[in-house]
C-alpha cells in the first residue's frame, strides 16, 4: 500500500532519514519504534507529504505521493502534539474538518470515539481551555473519524488517562481487524503487544529493521516486545 | 478553498487585535475629522496612519498570526487539501480581514469627510497598502521556522519600507538628481508609490512645482495611474507568489 | 452759487450747441461707420444698427459718442486695425469687435487710444484679437465691462487683453479677460486704478505690472494664468481684496513681486498655487490681512526681500507655510495665525507663548534639491521637520513669529 524507496532527508546538516526502504501492506499493524530524535515523526510526516525527502520518493497504491495530494483523503492522522485554532470550539473544529473532507464518496462519519471519550458533551468548549489530554482525544477522534485505509497514530496514547487509553486500544484493535493499515509510534512499548503485527527499528535516522512481531519473539525467545527490543539492542 | 477561507477569516475576526485594530482607526479617524475644525488637517494625520501604522500592523499581525496558526497549518496539511489552496487561503483571509479593519475603521470615515477624490485614493491606498504588507508578512513567516526571527524579519522590512529607503533615496538625489531614477525609485517602494498617489490628489499646489511636473506627467494621466496600481498589483502577487513557492516545498 | 455757475457752464454749451445724432445701418443714411464720422461733428452721437462691418482701419478723429445697438459686429478680416482713436473724449460702446491683425512689427489691437484723453470703451466684446484694448499714451481714460476673449496658445502669437503703456489716471474696471498673452498689461502707467476686472486662462500672467508707479488694483480675480501675476520694479503699489486662485507651475506665483518696494498687500486670498507669494528684492511691504489657503507655498521669500511686514495673515492648509533660500532674514512675520502651529496658550491672550517657525527643514531642502519632493510627508521627513523644531539647524534662526495668534482671523 505505501512503499518507501531510499527516502533520505537532511535539516541543515543533520541526516534525519538516511536511505530510507520499506514496504507496508494492509491489515498490518507497525510499531515504528526508536530513541527520541531518530528520525520517526519525520519519517511519518514524510508519509503524510509534510515533509518533502530530499532525495527518494513514496507511493501509496503506486501513485507518487509528491504529485497527488487527494491520497490524504486515505489517511488519519494522530499528531505527537495536536494544537487547533485557539478561538474555536470542539463542535467548531469536527465541523470544520468534516467541512473540508466532505466529498460525494465519502464514507459516513465513525463517531464512535467521540462518543466514547465523552467529547460530545463538551462540544462547546474552546480550544484553548482544554486540556492536553482532551486535545489529544479529539486527535484520536479525528483520525477515526472518515474511516480511513491508513492510520498513522504518532505517540497515541501520551497523555491520555488510562480509561481513555484503553479505549484506543479497543478501537485500534477492531480498525486492524477491518483489513486497514495502521502504523503506530510510541515510547511505551508494553502497551503495543496487544497490538502490532510488525516492528519497525529506527536509530539516527537509519531503519534497522522491519520485520514480523513474531519473527523478532522467535529470534530473541522473548515474548515481551520491550524485552525482545532490548535483546536486539544488547546484541548490537 | 472557500471552506478554509470561510474558516481562516472568521478566526481572525474572532481575534481581539483585529477588533482592537478596527477600533482604534475608527477612534482616530472619527476623532481627527471631528475634533479637527480644519479638515486637510485631519487627512494629513491620517495619511500619516495609512503610511506607518497600516503597514505596521498589518506586516507584523499577519507574521503572528502565521506562526501561531503553524499547528493548524499542520493540520490542514495532513488533511487531503492541496498546500497551494492552504496557502492562498490563509493570504485571502488575512488580506480580507485586515481590509475589513482598514475599511471599517479609516476607510469609511475618510469617505464621508474628506473630498471625494483624496478619499477614494486613500482608500485605495490603505486597502492596497494592507494587501501588500500582509503578502511580505507571508514571505517573512516562511522564510524562517523561528517565530522570534520572522517577526524580526517582517519589524526590518516595515522599517526599510516607511523609512531606510527613504534616507538612501535622499542621499541618492544629493550626489544624483535624476527625474527618471525618482519614478523608477517610487515603484520600488509601494509606501512611496501610495505616498506619491495621494499627495498628487492632496498637495497638488506644490507638487505642480519642478518635481510635480515629473509625477504628474507620469502618474497623473489615467495610463499613468494604471501603471500604478499594476505596480502595486505586482507588489501582491509577485510577493505572495514567492512565499507559496517557499511555502509549497517547506517541511512542516 | 458757485456751484450753480459751474453746473451751468457745463450744461449750457451742451444745450445752445445741441449734438446731432446720426444713425447707421442698412436702411439709413449712412451705411459705414467712416461716413457717419466723416459728417458728424464735435459731440454728435453715432448710433450704429445690428450688422457687420467691415470698416478697415476705422479711424474716430473726431469727439464723438460711438454707439452700437444690439452688438453690431466690427469685422478685422485678420488683417487690420479695427478701431483706432485719435481724438480727446470719444467714447465707444456697444460693439462685438473680431479678428483684428495680427504682427510680430506692430501692436495691433481691437481698440487703439492713440495718444488722447478721456476715451471711454465700455460694454464691448472683443474676440479673437491680437491686442485687445490697447492704450498708447493715454490719460484719463476708462476701460469698462468689457468682455475680452482670445484663443491663444503661444505666448509669441497672442498680445494682451487690456495693453497699457505710458498712461496716466486709467480705470480698468469689470473687465473680463481671458485666452490672451497678459490679461491686462502695465508699463510705465502711474495712478491708475484696475478694481473688479476677472482675468483668467491666460497664457502668461493674469496682470503684468512694470515701473508702473502709485496704482491700485482692488477686487479683481486672477485665477489660472500661465504664471500669475507679476508685479515688478514699481513702487506705491496698492493691492487690495483680490483673488489669485489657481495658479499652477514651476515658475507659476499667485502673486510675483520684483523689486516693490513702499506698497501695501491688504485683504487679498491666495488659493491653491504652486506659490501663494513670491517675493524678489522687494522692501518695506506691508502685508496684512490676507488669506493664504491650500498653496503648495505660501509665500517664498528670498534673502534679498528686506523690512517686508507680514502681519495679520491666515496661513491655512499650505503645503510649506514660508520658503526662503537664504538664512538672513530681515522681514518681520508676526501676529500671524498659522494652522500649523503646535504651541500653546498659557496666559489667554490668544498669542502663543512660544514663536512660530514657518520654514520647515524639509522645504529648505526641497529649496536646494527639488527632486527630494518626492520624500515629501513621508516618515523620514516628519522625523526630520519634528527634529528641526526642537534644535534648528537648517532653517534661519530669526525666520519666526513671535506672538503667532491661536485662533483663525476674521478677515
Redesign the interface.
Known amino acids: 500500500m505505501i512503499i518507501a524507496s531510499n527516502v533520505s532527508?537532511k535539516?541543515g546538516r543533520l541526516r534525519v532519514l538516511n536511505n530510507i526502504s520499506v514496504t507496508c501492506n494492509k491489515g498490518e499493524c507497525i510499531a515504528l519504534i526508536g530513541p527520541n530524535g531518530s528520525g520517526k515523526t519525520t519519517f511519518i510526516?514524510s508519509i503524510?507529504?509534510?515533509?518533502?525527502p530530499d532525495s527518494g520518493f513514496i507511493t501509496f497504491n503506486g501513485k507518487n505521493i509528491l504529485h497527488d495530494?487527494?491520497?490524504?483523503?486515505h489517511?488519519g492522522?494522530m499528531?505527537q502534539?495536536?494544537?487547533?485554532?485557539?478561538?474555536?470550539t470542539i463542535g467548531q473544529v469536527f465541523n470544520?474538518?468534516k467541512?473540508?473532507?466532505a466529498d460525494k464518496t465519502s464514507k459516513a462519519t465513525d463517531e464512535w470515539l467521540l462518543e466514547e471519550f465523552g467529547l460530545n458533551q463538551v462540544m462547546s468548549k474552546r480550544m484553548r481551555t482544554l486540556s492536553g489530554g482532551t486535545r489529544q482525544k479529539v486527535s484520536a477522534s479525528l483520525a477515526f473519524l472518515f474511516n480511513p485505509d491508513i492510520l498513522i497514530l504518532d505517540e497515541p496514547t501520551a497523555g491520555l488517562d488510562p480509561l481513555a487509553s484503553e479505549k484506543l486500544k479497543e478501537k485500534i484493535i477492531l480498525e486492524k481487524s477491518k483489513d486497514k493499515l495502521i502504523l503506530i509510534t510510541s515510547h511505551i512499548l508494553s502497551e503495543l503487544d496487544e497490538l502490532i503485527t510488525h516492528v519497525m527499528y529506527m536509530q539516527e535516522g537509519n531503519l534497522l529493521f522491519h520485520k514480523k512481531l513474531a519473527e523478532l519473539q522467535q529470534e530473541t525467545g522473548e515474548q515481551k516486545l520491550s524485552k525482545a527490543i532490548a535483546a536486539v539492542m544488547l546484541k548490537k | 478553498m472557500t471552506?478554509?477561507i470561510k474558516?481562516v477569516f472568521t478566526?481572525i475576526l474572532?481575534?481581539k487585535i483585529v477588533l482592537g485594530y478596527t477600533a482604534f482607526l475608527l477612534l482616530i479617524s472619527l476623532s481627527v475629522f471631528t475634533l479637527e475644525d480644519?479638515t486637510?488637517?485631519g487627512i494629513?494625520s491620517l495619511?500619516?496612519i495609512i503610511?506607518?501604522i497600516v503597514p505596521l500592523v498589518s506586516i507584523i499581525f499577519s507574521t503572528t498570526y502565521i506562526y501561531?496558526?503553524a499547528?493548524?497549518i499542520?493540520?490542514?496539511?495532513?488533511?487531503?487539501?492541496?498546500?497551494k489552496h492552504i496557502w492562498s487561503s490563509l493570504f485571502t483571509g488575512l488580506a480580507g480581514s485586515l481590509s475589513c479593519s482598514f475599511f471599517i475603521g479609516a476607510g469609511l470615515p475618510i469617505l464621508f469627510f474628506a473630498p471625494a477624490a483624496i478619499g477614494l485614493i486613500m482608500t485605495a491606498m490603505g486597502l492596497l497598502l494592507s494587501i501588500i504588507f500582509v503578502a511580505i508578512a507571508m514571505l517573512a513567516a516562511v522564510m524562517t521556522r523561528d517565530k522570534a526571527k520572522g517577526i524580526g524579519i517582517s519589524i526590518f522590512l516595515w522599517l526599510y519600507f516607511?523609512?531606510l529607503f527613504?534616507?538612501f533615496?535622499?542621499f541618492q538625489?544629493?550626489d544624483y538628481?535624476?527625474?527618471k531614477f525618482?519614478i523608477i525609485?517610487?515603484a520600488c517602494n509601494p509606501?512611496?508609490l501610495s505616498?506619491?498617489l495621494i499627495?498628487l490628489k492632496m498637495?497638488?499646489?506644490?507638487?505642480?512645482?519642478?518635481?510635480?511636473?515629473v509625477?504628474r506627467d507620469f502618474f497623473g494621466t489615467q495610463p499613468g495611474l494604471a501603471i500604478a496600481f499594476l505596480v502595486l498589483g505586482l507588489w501582491v502577487m509577485v510577493t505572495f507568489w514567492l512565499s507559496l513557492r517557499k511555502f509549497n516545498?517547506k517541511?512542516? | 452759487m458757485k456751484t450753480l455757475l459751474y453746473i451751468l457752464s457745463f450744461t449750457l454749451p451742451a444745450l445752445c450747441c445741441s449734438a446731432k445724432t446720426i444713425r447707421v445701418g442698412k436702411q439709413q443714411p449712412f451705411t459705414t461707420i467712416r461716413e457717419a464720422i466723416a459728417a458728424a461733428e464735435k459731440g454728435d452721437t453715432i448710433l450704429v444698427e445690428n450688422g457687420t462691418y467691415r470698416e478697415r482701419n476705422l479711424v474716430i478723429n473726431k469727439p464723438v459718442f460711438l454707439k452700437g445697438i444690439g452688438l453690431p459686429v466690427l469685422d478685422g478680416e485678420k488683417k487690420y486695425e479695427i478701431v483706432a482713436i485719435k481724438a480727446d473724449n470719444v467714447t465707444v460702446e456697444g460693439f462685438r469687435i473680431v479678428h483684428s491683425g495680427n504682427s510680430s512689427l506692430e501692436d495691433i489691437a481691437g481698440i487703439k487710444i492713440y495718444n488722447r484723453h478721456n476715451v471711454i470703451i465700455r460694454n464691448n466684446t472683443l474676440e479673437d484679437n491680437f491686442f485687445g484694448i490697447y492704450s498708447l499714451y493715454g490719460i484719463n481714460c476708462i476701460i469698462e465691462n468689457n468682455s475680452i476673449t482670445s484663443f491663444g496658445t503661444a505666448e509669441l502669437q497672442s498680445g494682451n487683453g487690456i495693453h497699457c503703456w505710458k498712461s496716466d489716471s486709467m480705470r480698468i474696471i469689470g473687465n473680463s479677460i481671458s485666452g490672451h498673452r497678459d490679461g491686462i498689461y502695465f508699463e510705465f502707467v502711474t495712478n491708475s486704478v484696475i478694481w473688479r476686472n476677472e482675468s483668467y486662462n491666460n497664457i502668461r500672467y493674469g496682470l503684468h505690472f512694470m515701473f508702473s508707479h502709485n496704482d491700485a488694483y482692488a477686487c479683481n480675480i486672477f485665477r489660472e494664468n500661465g504664471a500669475g501675476v507679476a508685479v515688478m520694479f514699481s513702487h506705491g503699489v496698492k493691492m487690495f481684496h483680490n483673488f489669485f486662485e489657481k495658479n499652477?507651475?514651476?515658475a507659476?506665483y499667485g502673486l510675483l513681486l520684483k523689486e516693490i518696494s513702499d506698497s501695501r498687500i491688504d485683504g487679498n486670498y491666495f488659493t491653491?498655487?504652486?506659490?501663494g507669494i513670491y517675493m524678489e528684492g522687494t522692501s518695506r511691504i506691508q502685508v496684512e490681512k490676507n488669506e493664504f489657503s491650500?498653496?503648495?507655498?505660501a509665500m517664498k521669500i528670498q534673502a534679498s526681500c528686506l523690512d517686508n511686514v507680514i502681519t495679520g495673515n491666515n496661513f491655512?492648509?499650505?503645503?510649506?507655510d514660508v520658503g526662503t533660500n537664504g538664512s538672513l532674514v530681515l522681514n518681520t512675520f508676526d501676529h500671524n495665525y498659522w494652522?500649523k502651529y503646535e504651541g500653546y496658550d498659557l496666559d489667554k491672550n490668544n498669542t502663543g507663548d512660544i514663536p512660530y517657525r514657518p520654514v520647515s527643514l524639509y522645504s529648505m531642502?526641497v529649496e536646494k534639491?527639488?527632486?527630494?519632493?518626492?520624500?515629501?510627508?513621508?516618515?523620514?521627513?516628519?522625523?526630520l521637520d519634528k527634529s528641526e523644531k526642537v534644535i534648528p539647524t537648517l532653517t534661519p534662526e530669526n525666520l519666526k513669529d513671535n506672538y503667532p495668534i491661536m485662533k483663525r482671523l476674521h478677515l
Open positions: 532527508k535539516f510526516k503524510l507529504g509534510m515533509v518533502v495530494w487527494l491520497y490524504r483523503k489517511v492522522y499528531p502534539i495536536g494544537r487547533y485554532p485557539d478561538n474555536m470544520m474538518m467541512d473540508i473532507r | 471552506r478554509i474558516y478566526d474572532r481575534n480644519n486637510s488637517k494629513l495619511l500619516n503610511l506607518i501561531n496558526s499547528e493548524f499542520e493540520l490542514l496539511v495532513s488533511q487531503p487539501l492541496k498546500r516607511s523609512l527613504d534616507v533615496i535622499l538625489f544629493q538628481p535624476l527625474e525618482m525609485a517610487s509606501i512611496d505616498r506619491i499627495l498637495d497638488i499646489s506644490a507638487l505642480m512645482g519642478f518635481t510635480g511636473a509625477f516545498r517541511d512542516l | 499652477w507651475g514651476d507659476a491653491g498655487n504652486t506659490s491650500t498653496n503648495g507655498w491655512l492648509a499650505n503645503t510649506f494652522d531642502i534639491n527639488p527632486a527630494a519632493m518626492m520624500l515629501f510627508r513621508s516618515f523620514m521627513t516628519s522625523l
